[in-house]
């Protein structure tokens, strides 16, 4: 039987080939911005599977009599974080009497709050929302917020200040 390469062993190859020199074309900053991301993968992808793993009472293509599941794959998960869009694969499992659902997956599974700052600051700065989308997207080198997340963040922040320039000042 031949085993598969884990997605968190993939990772580290990855960030091998860099550290060693095989990625060229890329400039200091745009390195440095790969490396943060290859490494909060790995570093993600290698908590989902010990997760999954402890979750199962064993680890890969080990077998155990009892079994409280089976593996069954992966999928595509997306984080949107300040240093662009971390992509992970997701363990899933089958076989068990109630559903599976991460519960590391469930807590970072949503747009960083460094991101939503960094919105929130150039919103207040004076950028429009489109501006906003299109500085992000130039920065990152990728599109990675819609603009309703962009307007809904904005709009919080217009009713936060609403709320605070008619507040009761009688106290």
Do not use: H
């Not at 911005?33 to 908590?47: W, Y």
């Not at 080198?141 to 603009?147: N, P």
């Amino acid at each position: 039987m031949q085993e598969r390469i884990a997605p968190s062993e993939t990772k580290a190859q990855e960030l091998w080939a860099i550290l060693q020199g095989q990625r060229k074309g890329q400039s200091g900053e745009e390195l440095l911005s790969t490396l943060v991301r290859l490494s909060t993968e790995r570093v993600l992808q290698e908590v989902l599977e010990q997760e999954q793993a402890e979750v199962l009472g064993r680890g890969r293509y080990e077998r155990r009599e009892g079994a409280r599941g089976y593996r069954n794959g992966y999928e595509e998960g997306t984080l949107k974080t300040a240093e662009g869009v971390v992509r992970v694969k997701v363990p899933q499992i089958r076989g068990r009497e109630e559903p599976y659902r991460s519960q590391v997956w469930s807590q970072v599974a949503k747009t960083s709050e460094v991101l939503k700052r960094l919105i929130v600051e150039m919103y207040a700065g004076g950028l429009s929302q489109r501006d906003i989308e299109y500085s992000l997207e130039k920065a990152l080198g990728q599109f990675i917020l819609s603009k309703s997340t962009v307007s809904e963040l904005t709009d919080t922040l217009t009713q936060e200040y609403e709320a605070f320039r008619t507040r009761d000042l009688s106290g």
